[in-house]
């Protein structure tokens, strides 16, 4: 008999028909499938015990297109479960006892199957087979229902599109997943994982198989972290970082103070562009504070761990400071002797790693930074050893010719030879206060704060032209369209701008406006085209007397700009585009501005009010400005003080040609490199005041703040946690940081691995005996399977795909978020409650659904700052009750030390254990060594 006929057999037995293959033309297609692997499978199953081990791990029940494949499979595995022979007898006599025989086709088509087969040794290939095909049918299934989905919603369907992406997402994945939802399942299937699980624990001695969190007491009480736990880690919002109330902040339309502004309020980032406000925290109370001044007179009142980008004097002269010297002959030699053996044909990628075997660790520095030029062109795969396990992990391949080569050349230089660059780092204000000056003998001062650049703000309809009103407010009579010069070329400036000069006396003009269009209609205002019997019989003027009052006339303008009572700039001349703003300050640098013999550039009046408003001008366009004031002889005590701003930049200013040609002949260079920049002068210790910060969404995390438009920065046990488990366990783990940047988070952690004092890193003067900690664990964080993701104002969408590539990639074992409160949703939500609500559950259901616990980072409000006992509890948490209740595990921070300066406890920590679902709960210590950094156990302190 032929296998044809056997099939038609089997149908006539009750098997189910073999599907005929479609006709070409047909609309419909069958599902991937192949019956001749199935029937192999079930085959070799039946006739080798070992072929069912092989299988088992390849296929499930539901990979099998037809059911009665499915029914033996599941009747083979019940009878192998048990320990006994699974063939072809005693299948048939438990498909008999369960009433299935006859349904698959009868004993004669087990026979069937194990006579297709030929060699049970093959079986797992076939099993391969079968479930390549069962996720091409998955796939083919979640085509159809995101194709479905799509269509229903542009059919005017209630669901959201985020949401519909969101679904499609996962779709896909649990084809990737194999995943097979179930409405319910067996207890009795349920028993035996349960008791492996035990088992294993018994094997361990005690501790479970979970993500450990590098703390022993921690993993004793929570037996490590597992798989579908969302644990948060809440604390008080960053231990600080924070400006005093009534800190200015300037906005794109004027200025407000760090009390008033709010989330979704628009503040000014460093490089002069609007930046939204992401969070407001909460104002702090008894911080420690300090009031840092500037060289240019600023003062800013911070508490003691708020942020400052700054260079160094070390950062800022690297290379002319240093002696030059080259690298060793032998070291050399070392380097061309890898080039030599390593080029081979220049096309084929190499790893660092491996170049390091051959050049020594001393050049890893310059490896790095030779690599990051060349640039890396593939993945290679490489053997770890991991816990004495080895294990395959990948690291950029960089092509050897130009690596080496590059590498060559750059060592045959003097040692730091060009590199010369800005080496900016991010210093609490304590740490600056302890390296406020150099350990040199001259005791330079250190720090440097770079200025904001030009404001960034779209161009302004002004009722005034910028340069001509600046002419007014230098050299203009108060209440009056006259102003006085001598300078024939000024003239011709303002008359450029459109407007008409008429002498009114010795150095003398009167500022007209031009005569207005003809073109109307007898009887019509030019302005409001309104006809009315109010025109004068002028007809050059042609307006009625409302708007001849307001626009007739230059000083209607001026009056219209609230300016002739009092000389000052307007606000929206104030925050006009760049090019506005600067024939502004070269109106009023024309007249009233002067060149110093060395070059500087100096404004100077005796109106408070304008001076101020002249250097919030020049601040806005990147110059650093200092004011000083001198005593005159002025008609009145208001007018009595001279106020002279100065500033210097290479910059053209002027548009009268001979102060252009004195500023061009006096300055000493034509680079700004000194004046881009501000010195910390002081750092003081104050009575503490309330404070608060904020975030914003620029990638620097940086905002402006005082008159004087400074840069200042806008998070540590979550990352222990991450940390422990990436290095320490080899377990990959991903970092989603609303708030930190890529930089600081591998700052902070070569901190902790190293253990070389955070601010040290951050300035950048590392001893010899940093940069060799730092050179002993620079191999290992480089394997460690830790992935940083820092996009600002991420949602809950964009984090679960994210979660799930990485989960199917590299088996993700550990999330962390920080921090939670930052993260927003794309639903539209009733309340802010509301939404955070939607944030925890959606985080519980990413951790059930990549199966990974997942760790946010939460705050605290202000109940524990309030409460004689500083020790949180759990309706501390902030914004929503719900955390609390879709969370696993809770463990809140406690560092007695943070209220008490004189605890007895100082350099400890509490982790409170306040909410354990699956054991009990306690507080463990920990040693706080938050000058690298991170949390340790007690004992290896």
Not at 125 to 134: D, F, L
Not at 387 to 401: E, F, H, K, L, S
Not at 519 to 537: F, H, I, K, Y
Not at 755 to 782: F, N, Y
Request: hydrophobic content about 40%.
């Amino acid at each position: 008999m032929s296998v044809t006929d056997d099939m038609r057999a089997e149908s006539r037995a009750g098997g189910q028909p073999q599907v005929p293959a479609q006709q070409s033309g047909q609309f419909e297609r069958t599902p991937p499938q192949d019956i001749a692997a199935e029937q192999c499978v079930i085959g070799g199953m039946l006739l080798s015990k070992d072929a069912i081990a092989d299988v088992v791990e390849i296929l499930k029940t539901n990979d099998f297109y037809r059911p009665v494949h499915a029914t033996i499979f599941d009747a083979i595995l019940d009878i192998y479960g048990r320990g006994e022979p699974a063939d072809g007898i005693t299948v048939a006599a438990a498909l008999a006892d369960s009433g299935d025989l006859a349904r698959i086709g009868g004993a004669p088509y087990l026979h069937t199957c194990m006579a297709a087969v030929p060699t049970a040794a093959n079986a797992a290939y076939y099993a391969r087979i079968v479930s390549e095909r069962a996720v091409l049918r998955r796939l083919v299934e979640a085509g159809t229902k995101i194709v479905q989905l799509g269509y229903g919603t542009a059919q005017g369907g209630s669901r959201e599109v985020d949401d519909i992406v969101d679904l499609a997402q996962q779709a896909v994945y649990d084809v990737t997943e194999r995943r097979v939802t179930e409405d319910f399942a067996v207890l009795a299937d349920m028993l035996q994982p349960t008791l492996d699980e035990i088992e294993a624990v018994g094997a361990q001695g005690g501790v479970m198989t979970g993500v450990p969190t590098g703390f022993t007491d921690l993993d004793r009480l929570l037996n490590g972290l597992h798989g579908g736990q969302l644990i948060i880690v809440a604390g008080r919002p960053g231990l600080g970082k924070a400006l005093a109330l009534d800190t200015p902040l300037p906005t794109p339309e004027g200025w407000t103070t760090m009390g008033e502004v709010e989330a979704g309020d628009e503040l000014l980032a460093a490089d002069g562009s609007p930046t939204t406000v992401t969070h407001a925290f909460d104002v702090m109370y008894d911080r420690p504070c300090y009031e840092v001044e500037f060289s240019d007179g600023t003062v800013i009142v911070a508490d003691a761990e708020h942020l400052w980008k700054t260079t160094t004097r070390a950062s800022r002269r690297q290379g002319p400071e240093h002696p030059s010297r080259h690298w060793a002959e032998s070291s050399l030699t070392k380097v061309r002797t890898a080039h030599a053996t390593l080029v081979g044909d220049g096309n084929e990628p190499i790893t660092l790693a491996r170049v390091l075997e051959h050049v020594g660790p001393e050049f890893r520095h310059t490896l790095h930074t030779v690599a990051r030029e060349v640039g890396s062109t593939a993945r290679i795969s490489r053997p770890v050893v991991r816990a004495g396990q080895q294990r395959n992990w990948t690291a950029p391949g960089y092509p050897a010719r130009p690596l080496l080569t590059a590498l060559l050349e750059r060592v045959q230089r003097p040692v730091n030879a060009g590199n010369r660059a800005r080496h900016e780092s991010v210093v609490t204000t304590a740490e600056i206060a302890a390296t406020l000056r150099t350990a040199t003998a001259d005791r330079r001062l250190n720090h440097a704060v770079s200025n904001c650049g030009p404001l960034r703000l779209p161009e302004r309809d002004l009722p005034i032209s910028p340069y001509t009103l600046g002419v007014w407010l230098g050299d203009g009579h108060a209440d009056a369209s006259r102003f006085t010069t001598a300078d024939a070329e000024m003239l011709a400036h303002v008359e450029a701008d459109g407007y008409v000069i008429r002498p009114s006396g010795p150095m003398v003009y009167t500022i007209l406006l031009p005569d207005p269009p003809t073109s109307l209609r007898a009887g019509s205002c030019v302005d409001c085209g309104q006809s009315t019997r109010a025109l004068r019989e002028n007809a050059t003027t042609r307006r009625c007397a409302g708007c001849h009052k307001r626009n007739g006339s230059f000083l209607g303008l001026l009056r219209q700009a609230g300016v002739t009572d009092d000389k000052h700039i307007p606000s929206t001349y104030l925050r006009a585009s760049e090019a506005q703003r600067r024939a502004l300050l070269a109106g009023l640098m024309d007249t009233d501005g002067t060149v110093a013999p060395a070059g500087n550039l100096q404004y100077t009046s005796t109106s408070k009010r304008l001076a101020e408003d002249v250097r919030e001008l020049v601040v806005g366009l990147g110059y650093r400005c200092t004011v000083n004031t001198k005593s005159v002889r002025g008609r009145t005590e208001a007018s009595s003080t001279a106020y002279t701003l100065n500033f210097s930049t290479p910059d053209p200013i002027f548009r009268l040609a001979r102060k252009r040609a004195a500023h061009e002949a006096r300055r000493r260079t034509v680079s700004d490199v000194r004046t881009t920049s501000r010195f910390i002068v002081d750092v003081r210790p104050v009575p503490s005041v309330p404070v608060r910060c904020v975030t914003v969404d620029n990638p620097e995390h940086l905002y402006l703040a005082s008159r004087a438009m400074i840069p200042t920065h806008n998070s540590t046990a979550s990352m222990d946690f991450a940390r422990n488990a990436a290095i320490r366990a080899n377990q990959a783990s991903a970092i989603f940081s609303l708030e930190m940047s890529k930089v600081e988070i591998v700052m902070r952690l070569l901190s902790a691995e190293a253990r070389v004092p955070l601010h040290v890193l951050r300035s950048g003067q590392l001893s010899d005996d940093d940069w060799t900690k730092l050179a002993r664990c620079m191999g290992e964080i480089s394997e460690a399977p830790l992935f940083v993701d820092d996009t600002p104002s991420m949602n809950l969408m964009e984090i679960r795909a994210k979660a799930r590539r990485l989960k199917q990639r590299h088996d993700l074992k550990l999330i962390v978020v920080d921090y939670l409160q930052l993260m927003t949703s794309p639903k539209r939500t009733e309340s802010r409650q509301q939404e955070v609500a939607d944030l925890s559950r959606g985080l519980k259901l990413l951790a059930k659904e990549v199966e990974c616990p997942v760790i946010a980072v939460s705050q605290l409000n202000r109940g524990p700052e309030q409460r004689t006992d500083k020790r949180p509890q759990l309706s501390d948490l902030r914004e929503s009750g719900s955390i609390e209740q879709d969370a696993d595990v809770v463990i809140l921070l406690h560092r007695d030390d943070y209220y008490d300066k004189e605890s007895p406890r100082a350099g400890e920590a509490d982790f409170i254990v306040a909410k354990h679902r699956n054991g009990p709960t306690d507080t463990v210590t920990v040693a706080a060594q938050l000058h690298l950094s991170r949390f340790v156990d007690m004992a290896i302190v």
